[in-house]
């Protein structure tokens, strides 16, 4: 070594270069066969095919009097470097320190090195010198490619062959790539048309932090420099450890265990075969489990057919429409609500089934699931059923239910059929039930044309009993298959089995405005294809752990076509007729669970125990007093427990109307406004009488009678016979103004003034009890009468007497509404304003309505010119106001037809006035104690011998704190 | 024999000089350097004076029970609001709707944790609901740091293609701020209602949602909603329906600190640097006297010889 011609830092690299290469990289060295002849003797005839093929690629800028020529690797030279290395190794470090050539850095050529890689290379011009960069592990010859072949038996993926540099850039087998320096089917002519060497990324020898950065050589391999490229401090010289540079080896997999075993916590989240994940779950079952209702469990229904399924209530998923079934839970109240829309084509040629109001009572409940199996059992003892009895066997596959989940495929399912003989029969029962359940899986086989579905199901039975009785299987047999009940028609006894309630329905429906409730079996019900079902409410008598024991149903109908527009109803609506129309229709499901034992009792509710719970209906009653005979006085509370006759307020209708009242509930804040509708006539006439109108709907009877003595309950559960546990609602007046009574019945002008248009509850409530657990208890109720008192005008001025869009009754379908309302003339009230008198506003004029001033950045003014030019009647517009207030009625017509709109508003705000829990601390604790009698013994005598001295100390925590302080280890 | 240390007293080394000196100039030359350099240290680590005060807190929240709803129909704007005046100024595309609510305070700490309210707005048959703005005042105030009351607003709007039969609004209401906050009171602007200023006006163009907006974002102060999930159900209806659930969430403010906090926060700083400098410092002087790099005249004395001087 030539080490005095070298500076220290170009010795030191070479050295770490040596170091760096002499384990692992030996494949570097130059594969020259003929330095190692007898090695390489094996190899030679491969050796010289590979580089036969290797010595086509010299690069043009590479040829130089050297002609060291670095082999670009193909996987097939790796095979032949084992033998070299062990001959080779101690030229290794002479030969690689010359590979780490790097031409572009500053030439520090090794002489001595050089020399002999010349020697040795020059030697050998007719084979190649060839120079490996991969990093192969000598300890890990890496068979052939071929050879890999052989090894079926253990498939082990080679580290090392990833390691490898591969020629990337080479896609096409024998065509050179353009720009693909390394890639052997490009001659050196070839290379010459190239513009540059692709970058190919290294493996290895690619990474950062390695001191010497070796791909370069694969470029530029003419000239000789110690590679220096890596600046850093700290860079591998050795790398011991290659494993954490690369990835480990993973054997391929062969059994579908370890397959599992090794993608057990990568596919945690990937659901495999969603649909028997499902069916696991059990979002398919066909039969109610093994054991007694409890609560939340799923309530089972039993088709006509005799097949089981899961209840269900239809409920809107993601719109407001009826998309989703709610399960049907045991002991769990539920109201759902969701749209149905009708279009106007089917439902008067085939009403839909969910309009029907049999699809929602014509089948059986089952009262406890675990009566099934005890039939069963039962049934197993028995003898088998005479032939003569008709029976029928029905799958439980036919996808026909009130509230199926899923539908499962028939076919599949009767394949589970265990005995031919039901698989037969229920391929039989399946056209009859695919004429009735054909596409949205409602469980009734009540058949329109015949609009008797009394009949329907002895007819149905019939048709079963004829095919059946060629099969006559035994019940014991059937039942071994679970999926397959029985229906026993005439003297079946499954048919009165035990488990089975029946809908107990009655169905409501309007007649001349008239609501007649019959039951689905009076002859007298006349339910026309146009009724259609608006609610159903069920209640279910349960008895706890045994089961329901009874279920009613009451379904209210709402006749669609009245909704119809008249000509197509009248003139029998032809089913040529194109219609778009579509029906929008809200539907309500309702269940209610009761004790059996309560079926004729009215169960009170409590609003909280003891303190009110939010959300419960204020108490609400009055005192009613008795004088008993002995001359007790007795006081009580008279109280409606219905939340709807307690404390109210008025509420809009659906139309804005003071239709509907709804009750107070605890903590709710409510904010109502609503209108009423006043003759003109009365106004003018007999205000008096309209005064007490509007206070009577305002208030409401109960609030509006000043005789009775309103009391509120203080607690959610206030006995009524306990009259300190009611606060009295109070009452304060606006004292600024007189009240109606007391005012003179009309002004001067005409005017009737001081109709009490708002109120206000108040409801002061404080929280009683533990922090942990606080109950509300409602100290104080005032109801102020509004100070705002409306004083309609005396004839029809202001913006109020433009008609408006309003109609006077509720409903959900446009035509209806619409012949309503263009029949009334309606006059608004109102503070004086100048937007514009309208009087004689005839017709709804949408667009001009629709795109009012503010919101779609029109100016105020142009719906307002628009609407005079349209109208006929004298228009005071905005332009000038001044005339608007002093005019007498424009509309020269006497008014008293119209009406008046008198806006009403209620308030009810509930106040918390609770006082914060205690803020101070307590007192400090004192903390008495004796000292010993004889403690102080010298300096003070006990008196008279007794033990009189005592020495009571009271301590305040403060003192005590100090106390330890100074004493706190002298005194232990 | 074995020895003891049984106590240990100490010397002092008295070093006198002129005041005309070499060591009397290295004395003041480390005691300015002493004050100086902490001072320098912590300027230029951005630490010695702060600008703005952090402190996180739940405010009280309250809804104030102003509102306006615009609810555009395909046959034409229906709304409503609190305010009477307005409610007269447009009786045409007034709907009464029907309003309930309660704020509730969940673990009883006295501050309200959030509102629920439903808004119920009936329409005609021939309405379907294409979009709807809401606009309500809130009032946000804190006390832990100092009393301020911020009064603002939640506002959204969600419009559809498809008629809407009810809009859920779930979100925190929030403060957000452009500046930092002042305490003192001669900074207490922010008591403006986002619908408050409409109010006695007669002009009905004020009440677009899009001018209250407009004026509102002007504020430096603003509530608002975050982390909201505006969502709709699609489907005609002759009820709409706008249900809101809002938390009232604990959040940080920043207000600019005062003129306390910043020395205090200086002095912190200072004094933490100052430390170690006078150590250094004295290590330096230690070793410049004793090795009489400048001359100064000694003499030796015991501590309590000293203190009788």
């Known amino acids: 070594m030539h080490t005095n011609k070298m500076d220290i830092l170009k010795f030191m690299c070479s050295v770490c270069l040596i170091v760096n290469v002499m384990p692992q990289d030996i494949a570097e060295l130059p594969r020259d066969v003929s330095t190692n002849p007898i090695n390489a003797t094996s190899d030679l005839p ?61 030439v520090t050529t090794l002489p001595s090195i050089q020399d002999e890689n010349i020697s040795e290379t020059s030697d050998t011009t007719d084979t190649m010198t060839v120079l490996s960069t991969s990093e192969l592990p000598t300890e890990s010859p890496v068979p052939d490619e071929s050879e890999s072949d052989n090894e079926d038996e253990e498939i082990v993926m080679r580290p090392a062959m990833f390691l490898q540099n591969y020629c990337s850039c080479d896609m096409k087998v024998n065509s050179c790539d353009i720009g693909c320096c390394c890639d052997p089917d490009c001659s050196a002519d070839d290379k010459r048309a190239f513009l540059g060497c692709v970058s190919v990324p290294r493996s290895l020898s690619g990474d950062a932090r390695y001191c010497t950065q070796r791909w370069v050589l694969d470029r530029h391999n003419t000239e000789y420099s110690i590679d220096t490229s890596n600046p850093d401090l700290f860079c591998i010289v050795t790398d011991n450890l290659v494993q954490r540079t690369t990835f480990p080896s993973v054997k391929a997999i062969k059994t579908d265990e370890a397959f599992h075993e090794l993608l057990a916590e990568r596919r945690k989240f990937i659901q495999r075969d969603p649909i028997h994940q499902q069916a696991r779950k059990g979002g398919a079952q066909t039969m109610p489990p093994n054991k007694q209702y409890t609560e939340g469990d799923l309530v089972w229904g039993i088709t006509q057919e005799g097949r089981f399924f899961p209840l269900g209530l239809p409920s809107a998923v993601f719109s407001a429409s009826c998309e989703g079934k709610a399960p049907f839970k045991y002991l769990q109240d539920a109201t759902k609500e969701c749209r149905r829309q009708v279009p106007l084509q089917e439902l008067l040629k085939t009403r839909p089934r969910y309009l029907d109001p049999r699809t929602y009572c014509n089948f059986f409940v089952l009262s406890q699931p675990l009566l099934i199996y005890e039939e069963e059992s039962n049934e197993d003892n028995s003898t088998t059923i005479p032939p003569s009895s008709t029976s029928t066997v029905v799958s439980s596959t036919t996808d026909s239910s009130l509230s199926s989940y899923t539908e499962s495929d028939p076919s599949s399912t009767t394949k589970d059929s265990s005995s031919s003989t039901t698989e037969s029969s229920s391929s039989s029962q399946t056209p009859n039930n695919s004429t009735t359940n054909s596409d949205d899986g409602y469980a009734s086989d009540y058949k329109r044309e015949g609009n008797d579905s009394t009949t329907t199901t002895t007819t149905n039975g019939s048709s079963m009993a004829n095919q059946s009785n060629m099969h006559s299987p035994s019940l014991s047999q059937i039942l071994k298959t679970p999926q397959d009940i029985v229906l026993l028609e005439d003297d079946a006894p499954f048919f009165n089995a035990t488990f089975m309630v029946k809908v107990k329905a009655n169905f409501c429906y309007y007649r001349e405005s008239d609501i007649i409730c019959k039951n689905p079996d009076d002859p007298d019900l006349n339910i026309g294809p146009c009724d259609a079902v608006s609610s159903v409410s069920y209640i279910v008598f349960h008895n706890g752990s045994e089961g329901i024991t009874a279920v009613s149903a009451q379904v209210s109908l709402r006749n669609l076509c009245s909704s119809i527009r008249n000509t197509t109803m009248q003139e029998q609506f032809s089913p040529d007729d194109e219609s778009d129309d579509v029906i929008n229709m809200m539907q309500n499901f309702k269940v209610e669970y009761r004790w059996f034992q309560d079926e004729n009792q009215q169960v009170v509710k409590r609003s909280g125990r003891p303190g009110y719970i939010r959300g419960k209906p204020l108490l609400f009653g009055h005192v009613v007093r008795n004088v008993t005979d002995a001359g007790i006085k007795m006081e009580a509370i008279a109280r ?37 509708h006043v003759t003109f006539n009365d106004i003018l006439n007999n205000c008096s009488e309209v005064r007490k109108r509007v206070r009577n709907k305002l208030l409401g009877s109960v609030l509006n009678n000043p005789d009775l003595e309103l009391r509120v309950g203080a607690y959610g559960d206030s006995d009524v016979l306990v009259t300190s546990h009611w606060v009295p609602l109070m009452r304060s007046r606006d004292t600024t103004r007189p009240f109606y009574e007391h005012d003179s019945e009309m002004s001067a002008e005409g005017r009737c003034s001081d109709i009490l248009v708002s109120y206000t509850i108040e409801v002061a409530y404080a929280l009683q009890g533990s922090l942990v657990n ?88 142009e719906p307002t010119a628009e609407r005079q030019t349209k109208d006929t009647a004298q228009v005071v517009s905005l332009e000038e106001p001044p005339k608007l207030r002093t005019s007498p009625p424009v509309d020269a017509q006497p008014s008293h037809d119209k009406t008046v709109v008198i806006e009403m508003s209620t308030k009810v705000l509930f106040f918390d006035v609770s006082e914060p829990s205690m803020p101070v601390f307590p007192d400090p604790p004192r903390i008495n104690f004796k000292l010993p009698e004889n403690f102080l013994y010298p300096l003070v005598v006990p008196t008279n011998g007794v033990a009189s001295f005592s020495a009571q100390v009271s301590f305040s925590s403060s003192f005590l704190c100090l106390f330890l302080m100074l004493f706190n280890v002298g005194f232990v | 024999m074995m020895s003891f240390v049984v106590y240990v007293d100490n010397k002092s080394v008295v070093h006198r000089s002129t005041l005309c000196s070499r060591a009397v100039f290295f004395y003041l030359f480390c005691f300015v350097l002493s004050v100086i350099l902490p001072l320098i240290i912590t300027y230029r680590s951005q630490g010695l004076w702060v600008e703005e005060f952090r402190n996180k807190e739940q405010a009280e929240v309250t809804y104030m029970e102003q509102m306006l709803v615009v609810v555009h129909t395909t046959s034409g704007v229906i709304y409503w609001t609190t305010d009477p005046s307005f409610r007269a100024l447009n009786p045409q595309m007034l709907r009464q709707p029907f309003l309930k609510w309660h704020e509730y305070d969940s673990n009883h700490d006295g501050k309200r944790d959030g509102l629920e309210l439903t808004l119920e707005v009936p329409l005609l048959p021939h309405e379907s609901v294409q979009q709807v703005d809401l606009v309500a005042n809130m009032e946000y105030s804190l006390h832990s740091h100092c009393d301020i009351s911020v009064t603002g607003g939640i506002a959204f709007e969600r419009s559809s293609c498809a008629p809407m039969s009810s809009v859920k609004v779930l979100g925190d209401v929030i403060l957000h701020q452009r500046h930092s906050m002042r305490c003192s009171r001669a900074h207490q602007h922010n008591t403006q209602y986002l619908l408050q ?113």
């Open chain 1, 640 to 676: 409606n427990t219905d939340p709807l006759e307690g404390l109210t307020v008025l509420r809009g209708g659906d139309d804005g109307d003071c239709s509907a009242r709804t009750p107070v509930m605890f903590g709710e804040n409510l904010q109502t406004q609503c209108q009423m």
């Open chain 1, 774 to 861: 606080p109950q509300a208890k409602v100290v104080g109720v005032l109801l102020t009468e509004g100070s705002l008192r409306m004083s309609p005008p005396a004839s029809c001025l202001g913006p109020f007497c433009t008609r408006r869009a309003v109609p006077t009754q509720s409903s959900i379908f446009p035509v209806e509404n619409k012949s309503l309302f263009v029949n009334n003339d309606q006059i608004y009230e109102g503070s004086g304003s100048s937007l514009g008198v309208n009087s004689t506003y005839d017709q709804i004029d949408k667009d001009g309505r629709g795109r009012e001033p503010i919101f779609s950045n029109t100016s105020l003014n």
């Open chain 1, 46 to 106: 491969k050796l010289n095919q590979t580089n036969g093929t290797n010595s086509t690629f010299p690069s043009a800028e590479n040829v130089s009097d050297n002609s060291v020529t670095v082999n670009f690797l193909n996987e097939s030279d790796i095979s032949m470097n084992s033998s070299n290395i062990s001959s080779n190794s101690n030229d290794s470090a002479k030969i690689t320190t010359s590979t780490t050539a790097y031409f572009n850095a500053s």
């Open chain 2, 197 to 309: 200023h409409h109010a006695a006006s007669d002009d009905p163009t004020l009440w677009s949602p899009v001018k209250i907006l407009s004026e509102y974002w002007l504020r430096n102060q603003t509530l608002r909603l975050s982390n909201e999930y505006i969502m709709s159900i699609i489907g005609p209806t002759d009820l709409f329906r706008v249900e809101l659930s809002l938390k009232y969430v604990e959040q940080e403010h920043v207000y600019v600190a005062s003129f306390w906090h910043v020395m205090k926060h200086a002095w912190i700083q200072y004094l933490s640097v100052l430390v170690v400098v006078v150590y250094v410092l004295d290590v330096v002087k230690k070793w410049v006297y004793s090795n009489q790099i400048v001359p100064t005249r000694t003499h030796v004395s015991h501590a309590h010889l000293y203190k009788r001087e």
